[in-house]
């Protein structure tokens, strides 16, 4: 009879670390990070495909996104996540030419040392972000899907889940 109290008070301790454990996952993953998979190449060289990183849901809550801000984000076509980098902000103008990003009319392209190949001929005409809106480009600019290509080309300040701190698969790194 003590060998069967002893067992059930060790499932009882058990069980209760099991529901502690899943209730911190939960609020840990619903209010302080978001975990993704970036399954393209379409943030290489800073991401790989297949990268697992971690996004902090904190980022934002003082502050918006700041340019090239790498966040993790609702698609404005689809829902699915995605990992892209922060380029244009609220009420700016973003134009492409000859694969180069100008903001605002500004003669000198934005210094985007992160793009890890010359980037192909592509002109966009000027669009402006709406107030509450980003726009947001893959760092392998030639084979991304993004705010260039989409249908609803702007990131609603709300879709936007967090901002990517690091990669933790396969190796760890610090954004």
Not at 146 to 167: H, K
Request: net charge negative; proline share 7%.
């Amino acid at each position: 009879m003590m060998q069967l109290a002893n067992i059930v008070k060790e499932i009882k301790s058990w069980a209760k670390c099991l529901v502690f454990a899943m209730v911190f996952s939960l609020l840990l993953t619903q209010f302080i990070i978001v975990n993704a998979k970036v399954p393209t190449g379409s943030m290489q060289d800073s991401i790989m495909p297949n990268d697992r990183v971690v996004a902090s849901r904190l980022s934002y809550l003082r502050s918006e996104p700041e340019r090239f801000d790498i966040v993790v984000f609702r698609s404005p076509d689809s829902r699915k996540l995605y990992v892209k980098r922060v380029i244009g902000l609220p009420g700016e103008t973003v134009k492409i030419e000859a694969g180069r990003v100008f903001i605002n009319d500004d003669p000198t392209p934005l210094h985007d040392s992160f793009v890890p190949t010359e980037p192909f001929e592509e002109y966009f005409e000027p669009v402006t972000v709406p107030e509450g809106s980003f726009y947001v480009l893959g760092d392998n600019r030639n084979y991304s899907s993004d705010s260039r290509t989409w249908n609803n080309m702007f990131v609603p300040g709300d879709d936007i889940l967090g901002r990517v701190v690091f990669r933790y698969f396969p190796n760890i790194s610090l954004f």
